[in-house]
């Protein structure tokens, strides 16, 4: 009996072909990614290929996450978060980009943050609330005397 690695016990055999028939063939490299989702208990760990764009990560992120049920509840909405590389103080990956283009293997998932549009009445409110050291100093020093 022949004794093999971990590595031939877990791949299944494949068949060589002789010759130089699949020279022309490139293989997409796959690599385990981690990726950490703020405010939940643990990374997520999945296969990616080198040639899968972020946006797609981020999807089977979103879905892995719901599928465990992790907790606090994402939802599946891939335009509402942002992947950014873990290591590196960068701005977020772009969607369009190949994951394996930046040669990392650790991300963060964050959601992105939403900024209440200003209006013309929201506007006209914050006007008239006064700026806010002026209005608290204001408010600060008027004396109300009260009649028994």
């Not at 772009?94 to 394996?100: H, L, N, T």
Request: proline share 4%.
């Amino acid at each position: 009996m022949m004794k093999r690695n971990v590595h031939e016990k877990i791949m299944p055999q494949t068949h060589k072909k002789k010759g130089n028939e699949n020279k022309n063939v490139k293989k997409s490299t796959r690599f385990l990614i981690t990726i950490n989702v703020l405010g939940s208990a643990g990374p997520l760990r999945f296969l990616v290929n080198e040639d899968d764009l972020v946006a797609a990560v981020i999807d089977v992120a979103l879905k892995s996450y719901a599928r465990e049920g992790r907790l606090p509840v994402l939802g599946l909405d891939p335009n509402k978060f942002l992947l950014y590389c873990a290591n590196a103080g960068s701005d977020a990956l772009s969607p369009w980009e190949k994951i394996g283009s930046q040669g990392r293997r650790n991300f963060v998932l964050c959601k992105k943050q939403v900024q209440p549009q200003m209006t013309e009445a929201r506007s006209e409110i914050i006007a008239q609330k006064g700026s806010g050291w002026k209005a608290w100093l204001n408010k600060s020093f008027s004396f109300k005397i009260l009649s028994h």
